[in-house]
């Protein structure tokens, strides 16, 4: 069983930056797959970046490639989403998810832990 707990949302203007962190508890949190998602109201989550392990591989969002950036720290079982340039359609509530084995780096359904997320607000 895996738990994650974000933090770092928050409002921001239009350019600027914000660093999301992610921790996981459990043994092994470093053997997992993690990645971001996010969501608007009214909308499918979104695919916005992941580490894949066995070998490490990361996958970004078309929408976000160049501008954010996924790192993870193991020895802290803490994952990092260091968004900059943020545009107002960056608005969202953003999510951590771990998995084993995720059968589609992009795919939502493709990892079974996800935190409750957290809330960014870019401002125009």
């Known amino acids: 069983q895996v738990q994650l707990v974000e933090s770092g949302g928050g409002l921001v203007q239009a350019g600027g930056a914000l660093r999301l962190s992610c921790v996981g508890s459990?043994?092994?949190?470093?053997?997992?797959?993690v990645g971001w998602f996010r969501q608007v109201p009214g909308k499918e989550r979104e695919f916005v970046a992941s580490i894949i392990r066995g070998p490490t591989r990361i996958y970004y969002g078309n929408s976000v490639k160049g501008r954010f950036t996924i790192s993870r720290d193991n020895a802290k079982n803490t994952v990092y989403l260091q968004m900059n340039s943020l545009k107002p359609e960056d608005t969202a509530v953003y999510y951590c998810?771990?998995?084993?084995?995720?059968?589609?780096?992009?795919?939502?359904?493709?990892?079974?832990?996800w935190g409750q997320g957290t809330q960014v607000t870019v401002s125009s």
């Open positions: 459990g043994r092994s949190f470093s053997n997992y797959a």
């Open positions: 998810v771990a998995d084993e084995r995720p059968y589609e780096y992009y795919g939502a359904n493709s990892y079974d832990y």
